[in-house]
Nanobody, 120 residues
Framework: QVQLVESGGGLVQAGGSLKLSCAAS????????MAWHRQAPGKQRELVAS???????NYADSVKGRFTISRDNAKSTMYLQMNSLKPEDTAVYYC??????????????WGQGTQVTVSS
């Protein structure tokens, strides 16, 4: 069974920093694209950043220059370094990944989410 687990969320003041982690485990053959999404109360879930298996990143305009996505393929882990946090960044952050496993064809997996709260 493939599982994604996020960690690193919490409460931080505006202007502060936080680093999220997403660890994949299970019968994994390969992890393709990975991404961070977030959902604020009353709003739709949005893509924050993504990173290909080769390390090519993409960012939403709202976080460009402040957030950095990275991955450690040896550890099957993805990270999101969040700097200069704003109250607008408050949301539940979800890890997502396209994963090929031994039991199933390639498909998308989602983590349970981790809460990030930025106070002003």
């Amino acid at each position: 069974q493939v599982q994604l687990v996020e960690s690193g969320g919490g409460l931080v003041q505006a202007g502060g920093s936080l680093k999220l982690s997403c660890a994949a485990s299970g019968s994994i053959v390969s992890i393709n694209i990975m991404a961070w999404h977030r959902q604020a109360p009353g709003k739709q879930r949005e893509l924050v950043a993504s990173i290909t298996s080769g390390g090519n990143p993409n960012y939403a305009d709202s976080v460009k220059g402040r957030f950095t996505i990275s991955r450690d393929n040896a550890k099957s882990t993805m990270y999101l370094q969040m700097n200069s946090l704003k109250p607008e960044d408050t949301a539940v952050y979800y890890c997502a990944a396209s994963i090929t496993s031994r039991a199933y064809a390639t498909r998308a997996y989602w983590g349970q989410g981790t809460q990030v709260t930025v106070s002003s």
